[in-house]
């Protein structure tokens, strides 16, 4: 069975600091993509990052950088230097190969205080 | 490009009542979905449509529940009767075609908060 768990219900920092959300995956499949979202107060889901399974480099956009380690089947997401805007619920969420499925974590509500 | 659009943004009412929702997609988006998410849980996937056909509805209580998608674009998903536990936001995402979303994910309207109280 496929399985995303995201430990952190919520994270509360203060401006400026840097923060990282984990996300740890089950899947027995080899093929299987990985994904980051944000939900905003407004609540529609705000796509961030895709990964596949054959893809380990690490990736950075602007304040985001995202750490795939399959040994440990986490796709761990970090804000760099965070702002009050970055204050959203966070899902991390799979999907296999051969379905358009995504299974999401629970989330992982982020406060950035001013 | 416009998003999805989706109706109505909040809605109560009473168990066992009736209710409606509707997800207009992007235009061109063959693939279209429906999601529930329940307060402090992750969007769990209800039904899948390509074009105007079903993929994917393991996870639709079919007793009560149902989708349409009439002509491949809107859809409707109905809910009679509802129950307490159907309380959540529903949410309504398209993607180009079968495999698009894994490239660039999917797009999410705002959804639609469901109150039964």
């Known amino acids: 069975a496929q399985k995303v768990t995201q430990a952190q219900t919520e994270i509360s920092v203060v401006e400026k600091e840097d923060v990282t959300l984990d996300c740890v995956y089950e899947?027995?499949?080899?093929?299987?993509?990985l994904f980051w979202y944000k939900q905003p107060p407004s609540g529609e889901l705000v796509f961030l990052i895709r990964r596949n399974s054959f893809d380990e480099q690490n990736e950075i956009s602007g304040r985001y950088s995202w750490n795939f380690q399959k040994s440990t089947s986490s796709f761990n997401f970090t804000i760099t230097a965070s702002q009050v805007v970055d204050s959203a619920v966070y899902f991390c969420a799979l999907s296999l190969y051969n379905t358009d499925k995504l299974i999401f974590g629970t989330g992982t509500r982020l406060q950035v205080f001013p | 490009e416009a998003g999805v659009a989706q109706s109505p943004r909040y809605k109560i009412i009473e168990k066992r009542q009736s209710v409606a929702f509707w997800c207009n997609p992007i235009?061109?988006?063959?693939?279209l979905y429906w999601y529930q998410q329940i307060l402090g849980q992750g969007p769990k996937l209800l039904i899948q449509?390509?074009?105007?056909?079903?993929?994917?509805d393991s996870q639709l209580p079919k007793d009560r529940f149902s989708a349409e998608r009439l002509k491949g674009v809107d859809s409707t998903l109905k809910i009679q009767p509802a129950k307490l536990e159907d309380s959540a936001v529903y949410l309504c995402?398209?993607?180009?075609?079968?495999?698009?979303?894994?490239?660039?994910?999917?797009?999410f309207g705002s959804g639609t908060r469901l109150t039964v109280v």
């Open positions: 235009s061109g988006h063959a693939t």
């Open positions: 449509f390509q074009n105007n056909g079903v993929v994917d």
């Open positions: 995402a398209s993607s180009l075609a079968p495999g698009q979303e894994r490239k660039y994910g999917y797009t």
């Open positions: 899947t027995r499949d080899t093929t299987y993509y």
